[in-house]
C-alpha cells in the first residue's frame, strides 16, 4: 500500500488542506471452496486454495480451478481454467499461470491443444504463452507453435508478438503471415497492426497479394477495411503482365487506380510499351494513363523500338484485357522522339497503335535516314521496323542531304506524300504549287552533273533503293537545267529552304534535350484564303 499527497486549490488559488490518498496494492482472495496450509510440503510459505478460486487485484478480476496465494510476496500461481477479466474490455485465459501483484505481472500459458488467449476490444491474441505487463499494458505473446491475431476479419500469424492496449496496436516478428476474406495475403518478417484503423505497417522484404495483383515491398502500409496502400522503398505492383515500380506507390484494389513518386516505371509485357516519369497515374481497370516531369513513352511491340519524351504524356486504352486492344498516346509541348530508322520533334503528338500511326502537330519535322519532312501537320504510318507512309500537310518541305553533305535535294509544295520502302524513300508525291531543286548525278563517276530547277503543280518522283532519281512524272511545268559552275547562288535553295539537323535527336537520350529553332526560323501558319461572299 502507498500514499500520495493530494492538494486541492480553492477559487482564489490558496491552498486550502492536504490529504493522504491510498493506493491499494495488495491482490485480495475473494472466495475458494477450500483453503489449506502444508507447511512440511512443497510450497510451505503458500496457502493452498482449491475450488472456485477467486482473486482482485487493481480493478483486475482473476480467477482458476486452484491457486498457491503467496500473501508475503503479494503473488499467486493459478491452475485450471485461469481466466483474468478487466471490466468488459479485456479478457486473459489459459491452463496455468503466475501472478505478481508488486509488478503487475501476469504470465500465463497452456498446452498446445488448447491457447491462450488474449481478448481486447474487438481482436482477439491465441499463443502457447503469454507474458502480461499490466502496468504498462504490453503483452507478449510467443511458443512453439507461433501465435495468431484476429481483428475485424483479419487473420495474423508470426513466430511471436507484443500487443500493445493503449495504443490498440501489435507487432509480430518472423514468418509472419497476414490474411482475410477478401483474399488478401501479406508475407513478411515484422508487421506492426493497428486494430481500429484495421492497418498493417510493412516492413522488410515483403509480399502482397490480392485479387490477381501482387506487390514486392520493403516498407508499405496496407489499410484491410479500405483495401488502399502505401508503398515506399523503391516499391514494384504486379498485375497480370503488367506491372508499376516507384520509389513511392499508392495503390487501390477496388479502383485499380496506382499512383507513384519517384522514377515512376510502367510496363506492359503483353502491349510492349513503358511509361516512365517522376509522376504516373494509372488505372489498372481501365488501362488509363498520365505521366508528367521527365516523362518519356517507350514503344517495343514492332522490331525497333520507338522513344518518345514530352512534358506531359497521357495513355488511353480501348478494349482492354482482348485480343483487339488498343492504345492511344498523347504527347505534348516539347516533343522529341527517337528510332534508329526515325527522328521527330513538334509541340504536340498522337500516336495510334491500331494502324501505328503518328500525327505531329506546330512545327513538325521529321528524319529519316538522310531525308527531313517539315511542314505545319505531319502523319507518319509504321511498320514492323521501317516508316512506311509519311503525309506533309501545309507548307510542305522535303529536303535530302547528298553525300557530300553540301548540296542538297529539295521539293517545296503545298501537300506532300512520301512513301518508303525498307526505310528508304521511294516515292514523293507533291501536290500543288510544286517547286523542285535537283541535282542530277552521273552514275559513272557519281559527281553533280549540274542542277535541275523546276516549277509544277503536280509531281511523283521515283527513286532507287541507292536514292537515285528513276522516273519523274509531273503535269504542265517549266525548268531549267543549269551546269554546276554556271548555276545562279540563289537557286541552289528554294527560298523556304532548312536544315535543321542541330534539332534532330541523336539517342534515346537525347530526347530530354530540348533545342528550340533558331529566332527567325519557326514555321508560320498560313491562313487559308475564305471564298468572297455573294453579294445581294
Not at 61 to 74: I, M, P, R, V
Not at 185 to 209: C, F, K, M, V
Request: some cysteine.
Amino acid at each position: 500500500m502507498t500514499l500520495t499527497l493530494c492538494t486541492i486549490v480553492g477559487a482564489k488559488g490558496k491552498r486550502q488542506r492536504a490529504v493522504a490518498r491510498k493506493v491499494d496494492t495488495r491482490v485480495y482472495l475473494q472466495h475458494a471452496d477450500l483453503l489449506s496450509y502444508d507447511i512440511y510440503g512443497s510450497h510451505p510459505d503458500a496457502q493452498f486454495l482449491k475450488g472456485k478460486v477467486s482473486f482482485m487485484h487493481k480493478g483486475m478480476h482473476l480467477t482458476c480451478d486452484s491457486a498457491y496465494f503467496y500473501e508475503n510476496s503479494n503473488s499467486f500461481e493459478a491452475y485450471g481454467n485461469v481466466r483474468m477479466t478487466q471490466g468488459d474490455t479485456l479478457t486473459l485465459t489459459g491452463d496455468q499461470g503466475h501472478y505478481d501483484g508488486n509488478d503487475e505481472m501476469a504470465h500465463v500459458w497452456s498446452s498446445p491443444e488448447k491457447s491462450v488467449i488474449l481478448t481486447h476490444r474487438g481482436s482477439k491474441l491465441y499463443c502457447d504463452t503469454l507474458d502480461f505487463d499490466r502496468m504498462y499494458g504490453i503483452a507478449d505473446a510467443y511458443g512453439a507453435a507461433g501465435i495468431k491475431l484476429t481483428s475485424k476479419g483479419d487473420v495474423l500469424t508470426a513466430d511471436w508478438g507484443r500487443h500493445f492496449l493503449d495504443t490498440h496496436h501489435s507487432e509480430f516478428f518472423y514468418n509472419v503471415v497476414l490474411t482475410n476474406d477478401k483474399g488478401l495475403r501479406i508475407d513478411t518478417d515484422t508487421l506492426y497492426y493497428y486494430d481500429r484503423q484495421s492497418l498493417a505497417h510493412i516492413t522488410g522484404p515483403s509480399t502482397i497479394t490480392q485479387k490477381g495483383s501482387k506487390v514486392n515491398t520493403t516498407d508499405s502500409y496496407y489499410n484491410t477495411a479500405t483495401e488502399r496502400s502505401e508503398l515506399f522503398g523503391r516499391s514494384t505492383i504486379y498485375n497480370g503482365e503488367r506491372e508499376i515500380t516507384a520509389d513511392s506507390l499508392y495503390h487501390s484494389d477496388k479502383t485499380g487506380i496506382n499512383e507513384g513518386y519517384g522514377d515512376v516505371v510502367y510496363k506492359d509485357s503483353k502491349n510492349k510499351n513503358i511509361l516512365k516519369g517522376e509522376y504516373c497515374l494509372y488505372n489498372d481497370n481501365t488501362g488509363d494513363g498520365y505521366t508528367t516531369r521527365n516523362a518519356v513513352v517507350i514503344d517495343y511491340s514492332q522490331r525497333d523500338t520507338l522513344w518518345m519524351h514530352g512534358d506531359t504524356i497521357r495513355i488511353h486504352t480501348i478494349d482492354i484485357n482482348t485480343d483487339s486492344v488498343q492504345r492511344e498516346v498523347y504527347c505534348y509541348n516539347h516533343v522529341r522522339a527517337y528510332r534508329n530508322d526515325l527522328q521527330a520533334v513538334c509541340d504536340s503528338l498522337v500516336f495510334l497503335s491500331r494502324d501505328s500511326c503518328m500525327t505531329m502537330y506546330r512545327d513538325p519535322i521529321v528524319w529519316a535516314q538522310g531525308n527531313q519532312l517539315l511542314g505545319e501537320k505531319i502523319v507518319v504510318y509504321l511498320n514492323d521496323s521501317t516508316v512506311r507512309y509519311a503525309e506533309v500537310l501545309g507548307q510542305a518541305l522535303s529536303v535530302q542531304q547528298l553525300k557530300d553533305t553540301v548540296h542538297y535535294n529539295q521539293v517545296s509544295s503545298r501537300d506532300m506524300r512520301a512513301y518508303f520502302t525498307d526505310g528508304q524513300l521511294r516515292e514523293n508525291w507533291a501536290v500543288s504549287n510544286v517547286k523542285i531543286v535537283y541535282y542530277p548525278i552521273d552514275e559513272a563517276d557519281t559527281t553533280i552533273i549540274g542542277l535541275n530547277y523546276t516549277e509544277t503543280d503536280t509531281m511523283k518522283m521515283y527513286l532507287t533503293p541507292e536514292r537515285k532519281l528513276y522516273k519523274i512524272w509531273m503535269c504542265a511545268n517549266s525548268g531549267t537545267l543549269y551546269p554546276l559552275t554556271q548555276t545562279p547562288p540563289e537557286k541552289h535553295r528554294l527560298p523556304n529552304f532548312a536544315w535543321f539537323d542541330y534539332i534532330r535527336p541523336r539517342s534515346k537520350d537525347d530526347i530530354f534535350v530540348w533545342r528550340p529553332k533558331q529566332a527567325g526560323t519557326e514555321l508560320k501558319q498560313e491562313r487559308r484564303r475564305e471564298p468572297p461572299k455573294r453579294k445581294m
